[in-house]
């Protein structure tokens, strides 16, 4: 089993630019299914998400491989499956996306339940109420998700939930279908905007991504051709995190600082210092501790989920008591136990979990539970005194391309080895 090493009290500086956005890009190449041509994604990262969907449509009849570094290429003309295996669809989230890509393509689409990281119900009922204003019979049969349409047509669908996915997987499934389909409470989440403007790239019709009410006008079918995935929010979030987290002074580059605005604000309401510029954002402090602060997670424009449990390790070292309301899924504080194994003291009560400051964290074994779990236990680490093992590196692998690397190169003392104690990579 391999582990990270981390031995903390490294302030990190220096200058780090971003990958391009893991939740744009799995929706994207699972966009690529209805395309008939060839399709050149630039900035997408190398993180197994990405190599499990290429396997996926591998498997599906289309081909698909990294041509270069961040370089994509994919071709589905040839595509003659609406099946997904079932064993490599349960490994990530994102595998919810074949569903209205391949209905859209074929009317017909059989699709394993989605899998990924383990932080709460994920229910698809706003996808399915979705596929059936479309027209598409749904019957879930033994985890199967099994989608049929003689023809799609287009509808008004309201969400009774703000949802990332339905939003994406309705806007697929409704470009080739007949007619103007009206998507409202549609999520505003940046990758449903980049997946719209590949899709638009590509001949779809899509406007008002980014807004609550998306219109769709179905064409006949979609071309190939060039784009370019968005730098991603997430990773640059863990970032600016990490260099408040430590005392540093980090440069974070290939950004889009509007996309940041909520993790900022909340920044510098703790004392963080933030410089932006048109692509990039200067993380520093000025040497005294953090200051307390309440944090709620909401839908995009709002504070991101994804950046919860990151947030929450930095407060656990801010002085006083914050508050850190979860509102989005309903299971998502599972590495709390491991921050509290590191010297944290923080209680959960539902959706809320009250992190009282301490003057530091002491490093420890802890596990990550999911993707961006993983990454608050880097975090954690990094702030930490003496050495921290970081374990179930397969949830890490899912989202950051070179973690490890982006960190040595800012000063970071980290390493990846076997759990035998074979170096992989020496810490400094």
């Not at 987290?245 to 950004?255: E, K």
Request: charged share 25%; hydrophobic share 40%; net charge negative.
């Amino acid at each position: 089993m391999e582990k990270l090493v981390i031995l903390g009290g490294a302030k990190l500086s220096g200058e780090v630019e971003i990958s391009g956005a893991k939740n744009s890009a799995v929706a994207i190449l699972a966009a690529t299914i209805m395309v008939k041509g060839k399709c050149r994604i630039e900035n997408v990262p190398h993180v197994s998400d990405i190599n499990v969907l290429i396997d996926i449509i591998s498997g599906l009849g289309g081909k698909a491989q990294f041509a270069s570094k961040g370089v994509v290429e994919i071709d589905c003309t040839d595509l003659n499956k609406y099946e997904a295996d079932w064993e490599t669809v349960r490994r990530i989230r994102a595998s919810s996306y074949l569903m209205g890509a391949l209905l859209g393509r074929f009317g017909h689409a059989r699709v394993g339940m989605p899998g990924g990281c383990d932080f709460g119900v994920r229910p698809i009922d706003q996808h399915i109420k979705g596929f059936k204003n479309l027209g598409a019979e749904v019957e879930v049969d033994h985890g199967m998700v099994d989608l049929k349409a003689d023809r799609l047509i287009g509808d008004n669908i309201y969400l009774d939930v703000v949802s990332v996915g339905a939003t994406i997987n309705i806007m697929l499934a409704a470009c080739l279908a007949e007619g103007t389909t009206v998507i409202e409470s549609a999520a505003k989440e940046p990758h449903i905007v980049d997946v719209a403007n590949f899709l638009n790239c590509m001949g779809a019709n899509i406007k008002g991504a980014g807004t609550d009410v998306i219109k769709i006008k179905g064409v006949s079918e979609l071309h190939g051709g060039e784009f370019s995935v968005i730098p991603d929010q997430i990773e640059a979030g863990t970032f600016m995190i990490a260099a408040a987290a430590t005392g540093g002074d980090v440069t974070i580059t290939n950004i889009i600082p509007e996309h940041m605005e909520s993790l900022s604000a909340k920044l510098e309401e703790m004392g963080v210092i933030i410089d932006e510029y048109d692509e990039a954002i200067r993380i520093r402090t000025n040497g005294k501790p953090l200051k307390c602060a309440n944090v709620k997670t909401q839908p995009y424009p709002g504070f991101p989920t994804d950046l919860q449990p990151q947030v929450l390790t930095l407060l656990t070292t801010a002085n006083g008591t914050s508050l850190v309301t979860e509102n989005v899924w309903d299971n998502r504080f599972k590495y709390v136990d491991e921050l509290n194994r590191m010297g944290a003291k923080i209680s959960v009560d539902g959706r809320v979990a009250a992190v009282e400051g301490r003057p530091n964290l002491t490093g420890a074994p802890v596990y990550a539970t999911d993707l961006r779990a993983g990454a608050a236990m880097v975090i954690a680490g990094l702030m930490a005194k003496g050495v921290t093992e970081i374990y179930n590196l397969k949830y890490i692998d899912r989202g950051y391309e070179n973690l490890e690397e982006k960190l040595r190169s800012l000063g970071a003392q980290i390493a990846r080895r076997n759990d035998s104690g074979n170096v992989r990579a020496d810490i400094g």
